[in-house]
């Protein structure tokens, strides 16, 4: 049974039965039943690929008899057949349907960052099971660290290396783990930590309660106080570093010689992080008094700190969110021990060429025709 925020789901009468269609927008969780009990989520994605796959290129090849259509093979016959044709377009194929929504079958204790690299492996850190899990793309979960105290913060770089922040009351420390599987303990400092970013250059910015401290490759220290409790901190598509502070202000860095470029998100934030086409979004992870759900929210217009634009409503106690290239949506949530994933866009071989195409479900779209 899926669990929503404003109600639970239903399965309704369509032309997809087994997609998720539902009375209720917004983003589903599992409830409390036991694992064990719950049907194979993955095959509810395959069953709804299929479907969707299906009814997208039926529509296509019926495009092809249409006036008009971009793949129109009319009376001339030095048009080639439909799987040899040489001018075509790989615009996206959208299908009206909701997302698919599926719980990533590991057991959390408490799950608390998320991240995707590049090549699409999901890193899960947990301090209270003190494990960061990886699961790659056939939904395979391994152990990248087991028995790690103090698991703060996790990160990728862009060639799939992981890095991990630890943190005691005394100490804090910058672990690795490398793509051929090696476990390296790259920096040890003797403050607590908060956040981190590793930089383009290979640097690290670490962030305790009361400053900033950048840590160079071969070891070298420098610190800068920081005006307020640092939150989270993240890398732009440009290589700077973002850094969020408390009561929802935005300062970027490139070092450690000044601040700059302050902007205001929902003074609630307790994350930043970037879009896959860059725009930055914060994580309002607690309910307020004014909506009651949590969300990630848009900089302000004007950088007026009283307007908070929703991007997506989200299960209050969501504690992180991980895109992947496409702009597909990972949840942690510490609350409901669980990881959820929302597909909304796939990528499909085009039946011309075999080029990717983006399949994107959209429940605002135009419904099907059916006048074929």
């Known amino acids: 049974m899926l669990q929503f925020i404003e109600g639970r789901a239903k399965v309704l009468p369509g032309r997809h039965p087994a997609m998720l269609r539902t009375q209720f927008s917004g983003i589903a969780t599992w409830n409390a039943t036991p694992m064990a009990q719950r049907p194979a989520v993955r095959s509810v994605l395959a069953t709804a690929l299929a479907f969707a796959l299906l009814n997208a290129l039926a529509a296509q090849a019926f495009a092809q008899l249409l006036p008009g259509s971009t793949h129109s093979n009319e009376s001339d016959s030095s048009i080639p057949l439909l799987n040899q044709s040489s001018q075509h377009t790989h615009q996206p194929m959208v299908i009206r349907s909701r997302p698919v929504i599926e719980r990533i079958p590991v057991r959390t204790v408490t799950p608390t960052d998320i991240c995707i690299s590049s090549s699409g492996i999901t890193w899960v850190a947990d301090p209270g099971a003190k494990a960061v899990f990886r699961i790659d793309l056939q939904a395979s979960v391994s152990l990248a660290f087991s028995e790690l105290a103090g698991i703060?913060?996790?990160?990728?770089?862009?060639?799939?290396?992981?890095?991990?922040?630890?943190?005691?009351?005394?100490?804090?420390?910058?672990?690795?783990?490398?793509?051929?599987?090696?476990?390296?303990?790259?920096?040890?400092?003797?403050?607590?930590?908060?956040?981190?970013?590793?930089?383009?250059?290979?640097?690290?910015?670490?962030?305790?309660?009361?400053?900033?401290?950048?840590?160079?490759?071969?070891?070298?220290?420098?610190?800068?106080?920081?005006?307020?409790?640092?939150?989270?901190?993240?890398?732009?598509?440009?290589?700077?570093?973002?850094?969020?502070?408390?009561?929802?202000?935005?300062?970027?860095?490139?070092?450690?010689?000044s601040f700059s470029h302050p902007r205001s998100v929902h003074p609630l934030s307790t994350r930043i992080l970037h879009l896959p086409e860059g725009e930055l979004v914060s994580l309002v992870s607690t309910s307020d008094t004014s909506q009651q759900r949590a969300g990630l929210f848009s900089l302000s217009p004007q950088n007026d700190p009283a307007e908070h634009v929703p991007q997506t409503w989200l299960p209050i106690g969501t504690a992180a969110v991980g895109f992947d290239k496409l702009g597909n949506l990972t949840l942690a949530n510490p609350q409901l021990q669980a990881l959820t994933k929302v597909t909304s866009k796939f990528q499909v071989p085009c039946p011309h060429c075999q080029r990717p195409l983006l399949l994107h479900l959209d429940a605002a779209a135009d419904p099907p025709s059916d006048n074929f």
């Open 152 to 257: 703060q913060r996790i990160q990728t770089d862009p060639d799939g290396n992981l890095y991990v922040l630890t943190s005691s009351s005394a100490e804090s420390s910058v672990l690795q783990f490398t793509t051929s599987g090696k476990r390296l303990t790259l920096f040890q400092f003797p403050y607590p930590s908060v956040c981190f970013a590793r930089t383009s250059v290979g640097e690290f910015l670490i962030a305790s309660k009361d400053s900033l401290h950048r840590l160079e490759i071969d070891g070298t220290q420098t610190s800068l106080p920081l005006p307020q409790r640092p939150l989270d901190m993240t890398r732009n598509p440009g290589g700077g570093i973002e850094l969020l502070l408390e009561g929802g202000t935005v300062v970027s860095t490139s070092g450690l010689e």
